[in-house]
């Protein structure tokens, strides 16, 4: 339905009102504003929650006294004339990060404010859109996993690719686990889908060791899963692969039965074997997890954890591989940790920093280390931080904020995060101490090409 009033379109859903079509009669209806408290609103007579602030002056606004499921939002902009003015009404009105130009409406619409129209309808849930920018009069705006300009082309990301905010006009940042790299929105759109090509020196396995109900009484999402890029060859580097993914799916996958340390990694002397042990270790993890959790005959749980092994690079010096993993065992959140690793083929021997770093160069390396995460840390918090605020708030992450001198080691227990990622972190607990630039841990080290896999073809159109 559209509705027409002096040469100004504004789309208006079926399932309203006449007395609240009249709301966007822009000519004639401007409403008087009176805050009763900070997310209520009266205008004119009817009271509103403020569901959503963008900007200064832009407010989402639902009437809570029809609060029936066809009560539409609407979206409300305030002048400096004390009056607040009727954008748009929908059944469902969202902010768009990045922007106070567009919003979006009903999850699958982006509205141009300014304009009074709909500029584009992209095929992904247009409900978490960041705007990115503006480029050759189209505009940019980015989900998780899509890419989509004005003029209705998308690009997908691949292979775990995401995308942030460009720090320069006309380029937008791709991540790619521990690397970034700018790519220009022109080569962006652009950006042909290129073949993939198979690697045949690995073997996909992707495989689910998630608890069966044993019957209809059973709730449970229980068990691990992995995603794994397995070597095929016999030599050794392969088999220290084989060795450290065992040993790392063991030590996660058992975390939260708290046997990850009595358990013996699995067998791994050849890719076959490998596979049976793998097998073998989902057999274990529900033999525990019942004998653990499990009441009676029933068992009711929720505790998982995914992993993803994937190679990065592979040459005749070296070979890495990425490491991903997920944790969940009760809360609001998962438990996520991820790492690089890297077998130097002429040492013959997985390496970390006390074997590739130079004793000399070992406090510059620190150094250069915390300036690398100083700026992943302002990224995260949108702000630039001071270096001591900066040192102090991760250096100081596991000492307790009371005096622990009067406590026994029992009470003193009570104060460890226990988190999983404190043993290959480093962190072994709470830390009477801080650490300090010179001794906080280094636990994990690779090498990655250059521009390992952020080249234009982890695009998709």
Known sequence: MILHYEK???????????YWLSWFAYGSRILKGEFIDEDTLVLDGDTFTIQERIGDSLFVVWNYEHSDDKTPYYLLKYERNGFYYPQIGASDITSIDNTTEYVCIDEKDVYDIKNKKVLFAPPCNASGLCYLGEWNDLFLFASSDTLCFSDGKCVGLQDDVFCRKPEKKGMVTLVAGAQT??????????AKKKSDVPDTTTE????????????????????????????KGDAEPDKAIW????????????????NNRDIPVGKCTSLKELQLSLDEYGVLWEKLCRAEYQIEDTLELRMTCDIKVKKVADCDDYTTYYYWASLYGGGLHDLPREYYI???????GLLDV?????PSMMQRFRHMVLESLKKEYDFCYERESSWEDF???????????IDTSGMDDVMRSFLVHNYSCDDWAGWNGYNVKAFTEKDFPLTHFAVLPRRHCLDISSLSD
């Open 8 to 18: 100004t379109s504004v789309y208006i859903p079926y399932a309203y009102s006449s």
């Open 181 to 190: 790299k700018d790519i220009s929105l022109d080569d962006l759109y652009n």
């Open 204 to 231: 996909r396995l992707a495989k689910n060791y998630y608890i069966k109900p044993r019957s209809k009484f059973e709730r449970m999402e229980a068990g691990f899963s992995v995603d794994l890029d397995i070597p």
């Open 243 to 258: 060795e450290w993914m065992m040993a790392a799916i063991r030590d996660d996958a058992f975390y939260q039965l708290e």
């Open 342 to 348: 890297t077998y130097d083929k002429k040492r013959g």
């Open 354 to 358: 006390g074997n590739s770093v130079k």
């Open 391 to 401: 040192t102090h708030r991760i250096f100081s992450f596991h000492c307790p904020m």
